[in-house]
């Protein structure tokens, strides 16, 4: 719970603090002078302790631990006005399965090969703090598309955290019919920041991603609202189109599901001028995912990607099509 930006646990351990340090204040004298004062070879008994001394030892009581305290304080109330639990609400409460580690390596040298001047992002997460620190280090541009409220808030706090500002994520909430984006908040969300040339379409999310009200209760919570649009919605997939035209680079995640895997031409402007490599990896054990990068002929990405393939011995496949049955 927070009140006008503290946290109330803290606020009790702040007073409980204040009152240690005043029983200090007037103990340590005692402490520090008392068992010499009282010992059992003195010629005469003495008060444990003289004026001076509780006049010194109260100085460096207020002089020491009292500015600890308060440098506490003034971290607390830092951390606290960055979290976003008081004004930006709840954060995701359950782990999504991301692509692993051999990915995000391959991720960062390939934007650091490709050096795209403008990112797209549908569905933030974990890549969202890798295109904010690329196009902080190369001054491009970058903005994600993200309707989950939740995860809105994760990834722009991470991006904040990491000192690149609140400014690259948008909160675009789903059309009321729950097809695809909002498409008057999307359009104003990516306003003048195209035409991106490296794109990651990885939302919005679908019902029939999840095999059970189990699965699907796993991530969401339905005070939240509806979090599944269709990633097959034609109207959208005009709308990454259009924001794509100029596109190098076009990442599609989930073509193992064949939906999916067939709108990937459709978000291309001109869809046989690109190669097509399959990225398989395991957000969960036995639980195949898959994910289109589709490389423009011609461009700085197609011929710099074999290489950096090579040296990262990164597994691609060219030919692959979804398992039967994968809606």
Known sequence: MFVAGWHIPDLTRIARGAHILAGIGQEAPRYAFGRFANRADS???????TWFENIFCASLCYSILVPMLLRRVVRTLRFAKRTPADKAGPLPFAAWGTKGFEFWTFLSVFLREVRPKAILELGCGRSSTFFADYAHAHAA?????ENNLRWFNKTTLD????????????????????????????DAAIGDLGPFDF????????RRFFDSAAGVAQFFRTRDGNPFGHRDDPAG??????????????????????????SVDRMLAKPHSYEKYYFIYY????????????????????SRLPAIVELLGFSLQRDYVPQPGQA
Request: aromatic content about 6%.
């Open 43 to 49: 010629v005469e008994a003495r008060p444990a302790c």
């Open 283 to 302: 957000p969960a054990r036995a639980m195949a995912n898959a994910l289109c990068i589709s490389v423009l002929r011609g461009s700085a990405a197609a």
């Open 237 to 262: 997939l005009e709308a990454i189109k259009s924001a794509t035209s100029h596109c190098d680079v076009m990442m599609v995640d989930d073509v193992h599901k064949e939906h999916v895997f067939r």
């Open 199 to 206: 794109a990651l379409i990885d939302a919005p999310n679908e």
């Open 159 to 186: 991006i904040d955290l990491l000192g690149f500002g609140r400014r690259h994520v948008a909160h675009v909430e789903l059309a009321a019919d729950g097809s695809w984006y909002d498409r008057a908040a999307f």
């Open 141 to 145: 541009r970058y903005v994600g598309i």
